[in-house]
C-alpha cells in the first residue's frame, strides 16, 4: 500500500534533490499529526473562497511578500491558478500568444476557454536538450502580425531555471492593450536573495501564478496566484479560481502554506543567507560538471552523456534522488530547506563521476500546422492509431513528454513527418511520452 512505500522510503536515507521544496526535512515540519488538522470549513477556519479571516490574513502576507495588489491561495497547484488566470484575462474567440514550452495546464486552459492560441517558440540549447529564454524580438515580431492579441502567457523561470526579460515583455504587451500572465511556478523564491532574479510581479507582469511547494518549504500543490495590475479584474480572478479548484480544500496543504509564507515573513533574510552561502560554496566545487544557466541558481543542471543512466548511478551509489533526467542533462532542485550533508553528499557524488556530455539534442520540429482550434479538436469524435498512420490527421488531445509536461503536439495539430519521427526518437531513447494509450495517438475521426 502507499503508505508503506511512502515510510519505507524514510528509512532509506535517499536525500531529495527534488520537490517538494521542504526537502522532508524535520525542521520545517507543519503537522505533527495530519488527521489532527483535517478539518473542514467552519468559523474558526475560514474559507477558502470566500476568505474573511485566517485565511484573508494568509493571503494579505502572501500578497505583501511579493509585492502584488492581491493574492490568493491555491491547493490545485500552478496548474489551477494557470487555468483560473487564462480565463479571467481571456474571452472565448480571443486570440492569445503562448510560449511553445508552456505547460500542458496552459494548453488544457487554451481548449477550456476557446481561446485562438500563436505560438512563440523560445531559443533552443542543443548541448542540452532543453528551451532557453523567449526573446522580447520574437514577442514584438508576433504583435505586429497579430494586434488584435489580448493576452501573451510565458514561462518564466522555465523548469531548468531560464528566465526572461519579463520587464521588456510587459511593455511590448501594454503598448498594444494586451495583458501579460506568466507561469513563475518554479520562481516562488524570486526576489528574496540577490543570489536570484526578482519576480515577475515586480516587472510589470499582470498575472503571475507561483507553485509554493516547488522551491519553498510548502506542502505539494500549494501555491500563489498574484494579480499585479488593474488590467485584471480581481472579482473575475477569484471566481475562476474558485471555478478550478475543490469547494473542498484541504487544510493539511492550506496550514502548510500558512506556515511556510509566515515562516518566510519572519526568518526569510536569515534563511535565504544561510541557502545563498551554502549554494554558492557548492557551486563553486562542482563548477566542471555544471552548466550554467542565466537565471536560477537553485536550479542545478548537470551535463552528461545519458541522463537516465546519471540519475540512477547517483541512486543506487550515492542515495541521491535527482529531480529529473532529460537526454543529456540531469536536473536537481535546491531550496532553503537543503543542508550542508545533502549538498556534500551531492559534490562528492560528482566529483567521484566527473559527469561530461559531448552528444547534442536536437530541437523539436517547428509547431505542426493548426487545423482547428483546440477546443473544436477536443470536441470532435476520435479515434487511436499508431504514429505512423496518424501522420497528416489532426490531434484530438495533447502529446508530450513527462517530466517538464510541455507538450509537443497538441489538440487541433496537423501530425506531421518530421513530427512523427522526432517521437519515434524520443521514445528510441527511452523518453516516456503522456498521451498516448497502447502506443497510440489519438486523432479526429
Not at 17 to 25: A, D, I, L, V, W
Not at 148 to 157: F, G, H, M, V, Y
Request: some cysteine; proline content about 7%; glycine content about 6%.
Amino acid at each position: 500500500m502507499l503508505e508503506d512505500k511512502l515510510k519505507e522510503l524514510t528509512t532509506r536515507d535517499i536525500y531529495p534533490f527534488h520537490m517538494p521544496g521542504h526537502k522532508r526535512n524535520p525542521a520545517f515540519a507543519f503537522a505533527p499529526s495530519p488527521v489532527a488538522l483535517d478539518v473542514t470549513e467552519t468559523p474558526d477556519t475560514d474559507d477558502l473562497h470566500h476568505p474573511t479571516g485566517v485565511l484573508a490574513e494568509t493571503m494579505a502576507l502572501a500578497a505583501g511578500l511579493a509585492g502584488s495588489r492581491q493574492a490568493w491561495l491555491t491547493v490545485g497547484g500552478s496548474t489551477a491558478g494557470l487555468l483560473a488566470g487564462i480565463a479571467a484575462c481571456t474571452h472565448r474567440g480571443d486570440t492569445v500568444l503562448v510560449a511553445r514550452n508552456c505547460h500542458r495546464s496552459v494548453a488544457h486552459a487554451l481548449a477550456l476557454c476557446g481561446v485562438r492560441p500563436v505560438w512563440l517558440v523560445p531559443e533552443w540549447n542543443a548541448a542540452l536538450g532543453v528551451y532557453g529564454r523567449l526573446s522580447v524580438e520574437t514577442v514584438t515580431a508576433t504583435l505586429r502580425e497579430h494586434p488584435d492579441a489580448k493576452l501573451l502567457i510565458l514561462t518564466s523561470p522555465t523548469y531548468e531555471g531560464v528566465v526572461s526579460d519579463i520587464a521588456a515583455m510587459a511593455d511590448a504587451v501594454h503598448a498594444v492593450g494586451a495583458t501579460l500572465l506568466v507561469d513563475e511556478a518554479h520562481g516562488a523564491h524570486f526576489g528574496f536573495s540577490p543570489l536570484f532574479p526578482r519576480s515577475a510581479v515586480t516587472l510589470g507582469a499582470d498575472v503571475v501564478v507561483q507553485s509554493l511547494h516547488k522551491t519553498l518549504p510548502s506542502p505539494t500543490q500549494t501555491g500563489v496566484v498574484h494579480r499585479c495590475s488593474d488590467r485584471v479584474d480581481a472579482e473575475q480572478l477569484a471566481y475562476q479560481l474558485a471555478v478550478y479548484q475543490t469547494s473542498s480544500p484541504s487544510y493539511l496543504l492550506l496550514c502548510g502554506a500558512d506556515r511556510c509564507l509566515r515562516l518566510l515573513t519572519a526568518r526569510r533574510e536569515t534563511l535565504f543567507a544561510a541557502y545563498e552561502r551554502r549554494l554558492t560554496a557548492f557551486r563553486e566545487r562542482v563548477k566542471p560538471w555544471l552548466c550554467p544557466i542565466d537565471g536560477d541558481a537553485g536550479k542545478l543542471l548537470i551535463p552528461c552523456e545519458n541522463g537516465d543512466a546519471l540519475s540512477a548511478r547517483l541512486r543506487q551509489e550515492f542515495r541521491i534522488e535527482t529531480e529529473m533526467s532529460g537526454q543529456h542533462h540531469v536536473l536537481a532542485m535546491t531550496s532553503v530547506a537543503d543542508t550542508d550533508e545533502g549538498f556534500d553528499r551531492l559534490a562528492n557524488a560528482l566529483e567521484r563521476l566527473r559527469p561530461t556530455a559531448s552528444a547534442k539534442a536536437l530541437p523539436p520540429p517547428p509547431p505542426p500546422p493548426q487545423a482547428m482550434w483546440p477546443c473544436e479538436a477536443a470536441d470532435k469524435p476520435y479515434e487511436r492509431v499508431s504514429l505512423t498512420e496518424a501522420i497528416g490527421r489532426v490531434a484530438a488531445r495533447e502529446v508530450y513528454a513527462y517530466p517538464p509536461g510541455i507538450p509537443l503536439l497538441l489538440a487541433g495539430e496537423t501530425l506531421t513527418d518530421a513530427l512523427a519521427a522526432h517521437l519515434l526518437a524520443l521514445q528510441a531513447e527511452g523518453v516516456e511520452l503522456h498521451g498516448l494509450t497502447d502506443n497510440k495517438i489519438a486523432v479526429v475521426t
